[in-house]
């Protein structure tokens, strides 16, 4: 089928009422989750993985990905008027979208980055519907070694490129792969690290894993936390009208910020924090009046924001087409379908073309549903911030041990939760990131899979990997970011002893 062909058959999915409504779900529940400081998409999506068990394929990723690009929506609300980013990607915007808000512009500024985030996303979406089918071409001719080799890349990147210590990443995604091998051998049916007990045959759930590690540890990271009143901020629609200057300002930052958050998003290891910083960065750099920043330049905000948003959906480059998980968040994503049975990869667009352009064109729909409810909601949302945390996290709680009860009915799940609960909050004390852990759980099983049918077919010899030119050059970059990863934190080391002796 043509391209046209694919997005009518894509509009067709995602405008039946079911899809339709998950995707209003969805987004609604991704700003609310925005709005919230802490909270973020993962764990958020974490916490909903149990619902998708009773939907449709389609309609689960729908929902998902509804919060997951909500959240970039709902999190410059409280950067802007509070100083208190919602996600981390959207930290950025608190640089000059506060002192906008001390300013008596905060209208102006939300509106902006409203704006800035659908044209962000818009861009992301296009480059997402005309580059997949390429990359699909060209996976299709990937072999067991290739698909190995290309895993291997995105677990190296993920949990070396942005990190503090690239040698606790890597450590932590091997005690990933470690844990996602527990369970009935895929080859034998012999059972591995499950100490004898039958709970563990078809391995550690995934729900459980997700919800423990990023839903419970909030919840116990946050019981001491203190928060004090939210002043009341009255906008009304007159004051989010932009200015000529405001608009004449914006469009360029805006163009510019797609472009670097579409990059950055289809990189593994990358994303919106970093698309996020760099715009803001380049913004700095190529204005004429650089000491505005900081000070509420509109610049300031409209590029993070765009470039978030625009990474946000290229993300979903690597993950649809090739099985490989830019972020955690898009991990997890690969996790709702594996639930289903669906693998994601290059036959997913050929095997499951509707679900494939279904949530392309659900996203069309889910950003324009945000451009709608965004403005109006705002006032809601700043009530939202007034929720004391003593009576939202028992909720949490309470929601995510019926969550994942429900799965299976088995209470051996939720001591799992509980404990990798106990283990993310650990993980935190240690400064050890519970992101790189996720993704080798997840890709683990694969990466295993793929190992030991390319030494099948090569007959045990290892040289395979080396040999094939696509695999082989996976290799060299990923052998190439360990180096770069590993000279810079030599290089960072002495740094980082001053700071912390003083």
């Known amino acids: 089928m043509g391209l046209l062909?694919?997005?009518?058959?894509?509009?067709?999915?995602?405008?039946?009422?079911?899809?339709?409504?998950?995707?209003?779900?969805?987004?609604?529940?991704?700003?609310?989750?925005g709005v919230l400081p802490g909270i973020g998409s993962l764990a958020a999506i974490s916490l909903l993985l149990p619902v998708t068990y009773h939907l449709d394929p389609t309609s689960a990723i729908v929902m998902l990905a509804g919060v997951y690009y909500g959240t970039a929506y709902g999190g410059s609300i409280a950067s802007i008027l509070l100083n208190l980013p919602g996600t981390p990607a959207t930290a950025v915007a608190a640089l000059d979208g506060y002192p906008m808000s001390k300013q008596g512009r905060a209208g102006v500024a939300l509106l902006m980055t409203t704006v800035g985030s659908f044209v962000g996303a818009s861009i992301g979406i296009l480059i997402l519907m005309f580059f997949s089918p390429l990359v699909v071409s060209v996976a299709l001719k990937f072999g067991p070694a290739e698909y190995f080799s290309m895993m291997l890349?995105?677990?190296?990147?993920?949990?070396s490129i942005g990190t503090a210590s690239p040698a606790k990443g890597i450590s932590m995604v091997v005690l990933g792969v470690i844990l996602g091998l527990v369970g009935a051998d895929i080859e034998s049916g012999l059972t591995r690290f499950t100490f004898g007990s039958m709970n563990l045959y078809e391995g550690i759930s995934l729900v459980a894993v997700?919800?423990?590690?990023?839903?419970?540890?909030?919840?116990?990271?946050?019981?001491?936390?203190?928060?004090?009143?939210?002043?009341?901020?009255?906008?009304?629609?007159?004051?989010?009208?932009?200015?000529?200057?405001?608009?004449?300002?914006?469009?360029?930052?805006?163009?510019?910020?797609?472009?670097?958050?579409?990059?950055?998003?289809?990189?593994?290891?990358?994303?919106g924090v970093i698309a996020s910083f760099m715009a803001?960065?380049?913004?700095?750099?190529?204005?004429?009046?650089?000491?505005?920043?900081?000070?509420?330049?509109?610049?300031?905000i409209v590029a993070p924001e765009t470039a978030n948003n625009a990474s946000d959906q290229t993300a979903f480059i690597p993950t649809l087409t090739l099985g490989i998980p830019g972020n955690v968040v898009m991990a997890l994503?690969?996790?709702?379908?594996?639930?289903?049975?669906?693998?994601?990869?290059?036959q997913l667009m050929t095997k499951h073309p509707d679900l494939f352009w279904g949530l392309v064109m659900?996203?069309?729909?889910?950003?324009?549903?945000?451009?709608?409810?965004?403005?109006?909601?705002?006032?809601?949302?700043?009530?939202v911030l007034t929720i004391p945390y003593q009576l939202l996290y028992p909720a949490v709680l309470m929601f995510v041990c019926i969550?994942?009860?429900?799965?299976?009915?088995?209470?051996?799940?939720?001591?799992?939760?509980?404990?990798?609960?106990?283990?993310?909050?650990?993980?935190?004390?240690?400064?050890?990131?519970?992101?790189?852990?996720?993704?080798?759980?997840?890709?683990?099983?694969?990466?295993?899979?793929?190992?030991?049918?390319?030494?099948?077919?090569?007959?045990?010899?290892?040289?395979?990997?080396?040999?094939?030119?696509?695999?082989?050059?996976?290799?060299?970059?990923?052998?190439?970011?360990?180096?770069?990863?590993?000279?810079?934190?030599?290089?960072?080391?002495?740094?980082?002893?001053?700071?912390?002796?003083?």
């Not at 509009?11 to 609604?28: E, I, K, P």
């Not at 909601?377 to 700043?382: A, E, F, M, S, T």
Request: proline share 5%.
């Open 5 to 33: 062909d694919n997005l009518l058959l894509g509009l067709s999915v995602a405008l039946t009422l079911s899809n339709l409504f998950w995707c209003f779900v969805g987004v609604v529940l991704g700003m609310f989750v």
């Open 153 to 159: 890349l995105g677990l190296v990147a993920a949990s």
């Open 210 to 271: 997700a919800m423990g590690l990023f839903g419970v540890s909030e919840v116990i990271a946050s019981i001491r936390e203190v928060r004090t009143g939210v002043p009341n901020r009255h906008i009304s629609f007159a004051s989010m009208i932009p200015t000529r200057d405001d608009v004449r300002r914006s469009w360029m930052p805006m163009l510019r910020g797609s472009g670097i958050g579409s990059f950055f998003g289809a990189l593994p290891g990358t994303g």
């Open 280 to 300: 803001y960065a380049i913004e700095k750099r190529v204005a004429q009046e650089p000491a505005r920043f900081g000070q509420g330049a509109i610049e300031g």
């Open 333 to 346: 994503m690969i996790g709702a379908l594996m639930i289903h049975g669906i693998v994601p990869g290059p």
């Open 362 to 383: 659900s996203f069309w729909i889910g950003n324009l549903m945000l451009l709608v409810l965004n403005i109006p909601l705002i006032g809601i949302w700043v009530r």
């Open 403 to 502: 969550g994942v009860y429900s799965i299976n009915n088995n209470a051996f799940d939720v001591g799992v939760v509980v404990l990798f609960g106990i283990v993310g909050y650990v993980m935190r004390l240690l400064d050890l990131q519970p992101a790189p852990l996720l993704l080798g759980f997840v890709l683990g099983p694969l990466l295993e899979e793929n190992l030991r049918r390319a030494l099948l077919i090569s007959r045990g010899d290892f040289l395979v990997f080396v040999e094939r030119p696509i695999s082989a050059g996976f290799v060299a970059v990923t052998a190439a970011i360990l180096a770069w990863s590993t000279v810079r934190f030599i290089r960072n080391r002495p740094t980082q002893e001053v700071l912390e002796a003083e």
